[in-house]
């Protein structure tokens, strides 16, 4: 599973395994480093971190991460959640394409490009794991682009459709 981390204005590539437990060592790739991490949950919200043989006591507090004495602002774009597709602030301007949130292939596109959709109007329909997905829109707005064709196979995070 791949996320994008921003930590202090600073985005980051980071890869997790697929099955990803809370206790335990995990290698993963940030920013295209091997890093060995050891996460143990302590509380909700309070995680002890061991990686490279230091310890780091990491506290989550909506979007502000304590480690230590230190505080860092930080957003987590995860193509899987709804949090990582979409906010209200960024659903009222400028374009906003539907993405992947699984590998997977497209089976059906309901829109065509120059048509006004509604927010929350099915765009286009992908296959993941033997289950047909609709995707929405985001916002409200005109389909300027559509990125893929029915047939198409797409990965993780892959732009389907760009809507104005």
């Not at 997790?16 to 437990?21: C, H, I, K, Q, T």
């Not at 290698?27 to 302590?42: P, Q, T």
């Not at 509380?43 to 990491?58: D, I, N, R, T």
């Amino acid at each position: 599973m791949t996320v994008w981390v921003e930590i202090a204005g600073a985005k980051h590539r980071v890869e997790l395994p697929a099955e990803l437990s809370v206790g335990g060592e995990h290698e993963c790739l940030v920013d295209g480093n091997n890093i060995l991490a050891d996460a143990k949950l302590i509380a909700p919200g309070v995680l002890s971190l061991l990686v490279s043989g230091c310890q780091y006591l990491c506290t989550l507090d909506g979007e502000t991460l304590r480690i230590g004495q230190r505080t860092y602002p930080f957003t987590i774009d995860d193509p899987r959640s709804l949090r990582g597709r979409s906010s209200q602030a960024d659903a009222a301007s400028g374009p906003r394409a539907v993405k992947a949130p699984m590998p997977g292939r497209v089976v059906r596109i309901l829109v065509a490009e120059g048509e006004q959709v509604e927010e929350h109007q099915g765009v286009i329909v992908i296959e993941a794991m033997k289950m047909q997905n609709e995707l929405k829109a985001p916002r409200a707005g005109r389909i300027s682009r559509i990125a893929v064709a029915a047939e198409d196979a797409v990965g993780t995070g892959h732009i389907l459709v760009v809507i104005e």
